[in-house]
Nanobody, 126 residues
Framework: QVQLVESGGGVVEPGDSLTLSCVLS????????VGWFRQAQGKEREFVAS????????YYADSVKGRFTISKHNAENTVRLQMNSLKPEDTAVYYC???????????????????WGQGTRVTVST
């Protein structure tokens, strides 16, 4: 099973940028589809973005499209989430998840991912 470790969270002001990183270890990196999810206090976990194994097609939640960019860096076994124009409603714990055998229709479903990181907290506040 793959292990995932997130980093890069912090406290920023509205309009700022932040980059989250997810390092995968334990299995061949490029066999996994990797997703980012977030959970705000008192709310359900929600899909943020994902990048498919192989070709690296990307998918985004409507709420972050145009502001967030997911990318993978094979040499570093890392998937990054570049977050620009952050808003207070982006405040949440962000989780990295990995899975194999995902198809496009399941990418937004957290239950489709078999491995999860411990999360990194992002706070957007004045």
């Amino acid at each position: 099973q793959v292990q995932l470790v997130e980093s890069g969270g912090g406290v920023v002001e509205p309009g700022d940028s932040l980059t989250l990183s997810c390092v995968l270890s334990g299995r061949p990196f490029n066999t996994y589809t990797v997703g980012w999810f977030r959970q705000a206090q008192g709310k359900e976990r929600e899909f943020v973005a994902s990048i498919k194994r192989g070709g690296g097609h990307t998918y985004y939640a409507d709420s972050v499209k145009g502001r967030f960019t997911i990318s993978k860096h094979n040499a570093e076994n890392t998937v990054r989430l570049q977050m620009n124009s952050l808003k207070p409603e982006d405040t949440a714990v962000y989780y990295c998840a990995a899975g194999t055998g995902l198809i496009t229709s399941t990418l937004r479903d957290g239950a489709a991912y078999s491995s999860w990181g411990q999360g990194t907290r992002v706070t957007v506040s004045t």
